[in-house]
């Protein structure tokens, strides 16, 4: 190739752009779909963390477990053992905060 010639590229498929019809945003497929879509409300994610440390009962109520339970039991009398081996129910002060974190539990 000759210094200072610019090279033009191949007619080709890979070379040109691909056009499409019926794409855009002015078609009226897709403008009835986006009007569909705003009149949703967006869904809610849930907070994975939250999702795996509580439940969520029958009744509504928001179920954890307790802390302490993992090392240093040697310490514990068997008594507190027993009572932080049971799930307690959420305190008032945190139920909504953690419902607003596990929407579909």
Not at 2 to 14: E, I, M, Y
Not at 74 to 87: A, D, E, H, N, Q
């Given at each position: 190739m000759?210094?200072?010639?610019?090279?033009?590229?191949?007619?080709?498929?890979?070379f040109e752009p691909e056009v499409r019809h019926g794409t855009g945003f002015n078609t009226p497929s897709l403008t009835q779909?986006?009007?569909k879509s705003e009149s949703?409300?967006?869904k809610l994610k849930t907070h994975t963390g939250a999702a795996k440390r509580?439940?969520?009962t029958g009744t509504g109520?928001?179920?954890r477990h307790q802390t302490k339970t993992r090392h240093i039991l040697?310490?514990?009398?068997?008594?507190?053992?027993?009572?932080?081996?049971?799930?307690v129910v959420v305190s008032d002060g945190d139920h909504a905060k953690v419902a607003r974190m596990i929407p579909y539990a």
């Open positions: 000759a210094r200072g010639v610019l090279c033009k590229a191949p007619r080709n498929s890979h779909h986006h009007i949703k409300m967006p509580f439940k969520k109520k928001i179920v040697s310490s514990k009398s068997p008594k507190v053992k027993r009572k932080l081996g049971k799930s």
